[in-house]
């Protein structure tokens, strides 16, 4: 075998585990690639989707503030359809009321003087099927009260106090779900609104009919009610998402290129470069051959010249080059296998990084639908007082009420705020201890004050063991009694009503310890070691009575370290109960004689 194939064969064992092992992260890579693609389409796609949600809690919203108006809860049906009139907006939209016969009373579309046809024969089975279900209905695309329009309409029953029982319409132009849609980009990405049977709603893409059905491909997914990635035979994709609101489905439609472009790059180059590595490599291969051949051809001539003298085999080729040949190969072949393996622990740390940054995203959007739900929540009671405000005749002892509603509400949401300040504050390193020798009697005092009227409300029974002895520790005042509160708090909002709620102070040497103990919930066993972790909860209840945005107990072990502190959690499971125990180190009884005169607070344990 000839030299030139040796050197052939050397290059070939060289670059074969290379382009071996460099498959497998190249095809997770590209995949990886690809993933990420459908991802930001999926989040597209659910973010218009909330948006087009949206529209339909303002048109519920607005049906059930007219549904609470004083004019249809004493008769005065004239009176409601002027209102109903005023609150439908633009043309195209309309409000209807029906009697529980099916009968139409109100239509903003007709003369306010005018006769009203009989409806009972025809809406007979739409209102009794909304008086039986007691919740609004969405309706699918149907056809407007005015020419060539189409509409979409909410159903919703009014049960009044007097037994008196309405539905009530309210229908809009279709036209008005394009405010929920992006604009089109020159991607060529575009979104559109089907129905629960498939017609389009919406589309900000061009040629688009409203009224016309999906591609068959998306209509045979909504169908079958499957979301996700749909190829579509002209050529894109199409990620489809349901709502949850209406049940209707937003497609996301992009070019395929949008996907598989970046992979098909990823692949075009790495094969072009493998092919221009083992190119290279072919011409080094003839160059090096040659030299080879010439070195040795010199080296034959050099021994057939030494016949007439002493006879002298070289231990080794004689040739320099070759020596370097051998070397050189071996050393390339060492600097790829450490370029593989390099390459190998980038990619690692990169999908770690990946992972990492996911998990974080994935923690972000919990927490901001959750902060979204909070600071929702006391919205709807607030609107509804505002309204109430606004109505005419309102009684005081109705605005009483009401003010009473907004102010509760009002509360709720600057305790969410303050909270997160707090641990904002904690978190960045932002918040200055006054520290000074204080009394954990007084502390507790102060946190037991501020917490009692949660007590009472519940009837929960609260006992206090603190023997003889003072305790005394070097901190801030206002943090430590917000710390006790936070556990009060969570303590009593988490037991049920008539629960015993303790706190028991003891000293250990140089440690004071602080225990709050309760009888209530507990605390699952799969959430007990990151129970003090930012936005850590426990499962939710469906009336999210016991919500929170999963600060208190963080915000807690924050404060307590930063008193060079510690503190712990115990539960044995759920319904058996919770104990939190803070430790703190005591302060100099000295320092804290000379303390003793300034109070913490006035409060006294009872």
């Known amino acids: 075998m000839k030299i030139r194939s040796f050197l052939a064969m050397m290059i070939v064992a060289a670059l074969a585990p290379v382009i071996l092992f460099s498959t497998v992260p190249l095809s997770r890579l590209i995949q990886a690639e690809r993933d990420a693609a459908v991802l930001s389409m999926k989040l597209a796609a659910r973010a218009t989707s909330i948006a087009v949600d949206s529209q339909w809690h303002q048109a519920i919203g607005l049906i059930r503030g007219l549904s609470s108006s004083n004019k249809l809860e004493s008769g005065q049906l004239a009176q409601f359809g002027i209102k109903a009139r005023t609150m439908a907006g633009s043309e195209g939209a309309y409000i209807e009321l029906f009697d529980d016969s099916g009968q139409l009373l109100v239509d903003t579309t007709l003369a306010p003087d005018g006769p009203l046809p009989d409806t009972r024969a025809r809406q007979r089975a739409r209102v009794d099927r909304m008086l039986s279900s007691s919740a609004y ?131 075009i180059y790495s094969v072009s470069g493998l092919i221009i590595a083992l190119l290279l490599a072919g011409a080094a291969a003839l160059l090096f051959s040659a030299r080879v051949t010439k070195a040795i051809a010199r080296t034959g001539e050099a021994a057939r010249s030494m016949v007439a003298g002493p006879a002298r ?62 600071l929702r929540n006391p919205m709807a009671p607030i609107s509804t007082a505002a309204h109430l405000l606004r109505m005419p005749n309102i009684s005081p002892e109705q605005m009483r009420q009401a003010g009473d509603i907004i102010s509760r509400q009002v509360d709720h949401m600057n305790h969410l705020v303050n909270d997160l300040l707090d641990v904002s504050r904690v978190t960045r390193g932002l918040i ?136 712990i959690a115990y539960s044995e499971g759920v319904g058996k109960g919770s104990r939190f125990t803070i430790e703190l180190p005591a302060a100099d009884m000295r320092a804290a004689d000379l303390a003793a005169d300034t109070p913490v607070a006035t409060a006294a344990i009872g």
């Open 432 to 567: 200055t201890l006054e520290k000074k020798p204080v009394s954990l009697r007084a502390i507790l005092a102060a946190a037991v004050e501020q917490t009692m009227g949660s007590m009472h409300k519940s009837g929960h029974r609260f006992e206090t063991v603190c023997g003889e002895e003072e305790y005394w520790v070097r901190g801030d005042a206002t943090r430590l009694i917000q710390v006790l509160t936070n556990l009060l708090v969570n303590a009593a909002k988490y037991s049920p009503p008539q629960s015993s709620i303790r706190v028991t102070l003891a000293r250990d040497g140089e440690r004071i310890s602080i225990e709050v103990s309760d009888d209530g919930n507990g605390i699952e066993p799969e959430l007990l070691p990151r129970i003090f972790e930012l936005f850590s909860q426990g499962r939710r209840t469906p009336d999210r009575a016991t919500g929170g945005l999963g600060l208190g107990l963080a915000l807690v072990r924050k404060l307590v370290e930063l008193h060079g502190g510690s503190v």
């Open 137 to 267: 209905a969405i309706s699918d695309l149907q056809p407007g009260k005015l020419p060539d329009s189409y509409v979409v309409q909410v159903d919703y029953p009014v049960f009044l106090d007097n037994g008196v029982r309405y539905v009530l319409g309210y229908g809009f132009d279709v036209d008005d779900l394009m405010r929920a849609l992006p604009a089109p980009d020159a991607d060529g990405t575009n979104f559109a609104v089907y129905d629960r049977n498939g017609r389009l709603l919406a589309s900000n893409g061009k040629h688009a009919a409203v009224g016309s059905f999906a591609p068959a491909p998306l209509l045979v997914a909504i169908r079958l009610r499957e979301s996700g990635l749909v190829s579509t035979p002209d050529g894109r994709y199409a990620m489809l998402t349901a709502s949850t609101v209406s049940g209707w489905w937003v497609a996301m439609s992009s070019p395929r290129a949008t996907i598989d472009g970046t992979a098909r790059r990823t692949v």
């Open 313 to 374: 085999l070289p231990l080794y080729s004689g040739i320099t080059e070759v020596d370097r040949l051998d070397q050189n190969v071996y050393l390339g072949a060492h600097l790829l296998a450490s370029a593989s393996a390099e390459r190998e622990r980038l990619l690692s740390e990169a999908q770690q990084a990946r992972e990492i940054a996911e998990g974080q995203n994935r923690s972000k959007d919990e927490f901001l639908a959750m902060l979204g739900h909070e």
